[in-house]
């Protein structure tokens, strides 16, 4: 299957500075990224979804300017935390479809694991 | 609007022993199902998918699942466990001509015990 590699795995920061994590489908072309929030023992949560050449579409409750997403290709995605807080700490996933039909598969990153300290 | 049920948030099963993990969803088109399976601090990884066709579907580690419109379920089974499958298990659907993103069941953790 398609492979999406996400990056890093783990991160640790202070609170108020800024963290960038990387999605990249590597052998495939993803116009649409997904990028989602998951809480210990809870499903995901949809932030947004990364459009390649425009701007993100967030879902309601979501801030933007917190969470900066960019797609600038058509194989990388990145969501930025911007002046993060210890709130902020959370297992984010990125995913990518192959395809354009609801039949196809996401195919996810394995997951970054934000503590902001 | 689409919307995944998953009952029961922890299963426990012995080795060996049959596992069963419920999924219901609601859609008011026809519904593409997916099971993913997420092991600790990973991404999620696609264990089978329901599109069309034949309602019993087999998938990935001896996993399979039979889509039942008249019950509106998804359950995914697997007969005999093995200590490796425990992990969380999220039911997803989809629809057709619809969206495209799928909505997550709230994720049920399958607990193996020896």
């Known amino acids: 299957g398609a492979v999406v590699s996400q990056h890093p795995s783990r991160v640790i920061c202070k609170s108020g500075t800024s963290v960038k994590i990387e999605c990249r489908s590597l052998d495939f072309q993803a116009t649409t990224m997904f990028w989602y929030r998951q809480f210990p023992k809870q499903s995901l949560m949809l932030m947004a979804t990364s459009n390649e050449g425009s701007k993100a579409t967030y879902e309601q409750g979501v801030e933007k300017d917190k969470f900066l997403i960019n797609h600038a290709s058509l194989t990388l995605s990145t969501l930025t935390v911007t002046s993060a807080h210890p709130e902020d700490s959370s297992f984010y996933i990125c995913s990518a479809r192959d395809g354009a039909g609801a039949n196809t598969e996401a195919f996810f990153g394995q997951g970054t694991r934000l503590t902001v300290v | 609007a689409q919307s995944v049920t998953q009952l029961g948030s922890h299963v426990s099963v012995s080795e060996g022993a049959l596992v069963l993990l419920r999924c219901n969803y609601s859609?008011?088109?026809?519904?593409?199902l997916f099971w993913y399976v997420q092991y600790p601090n990973q991404g999620l990884q696609l264990l089978l998918k329901y599109t069309t066709g034949a309602t019993l579907v087999k998938g990935i580690n001896g996993f399979e699942a039979e889509f039942k419109k008249s019950e509106t379920s998804f359950h995914l089974t697997k007969p005999s466990a093995h200590m490796s499958d425990a992990a969380e298990y999220f039911c997803a659907v989809t629809k057709s001509g619809g969206s495209y993103i799928p909505t997550f069941g709230r994720g049920t953790s399958l607990i193996v015990h020896p």
């Open positions: 859609s008011s088109v026809p519904p593409y």
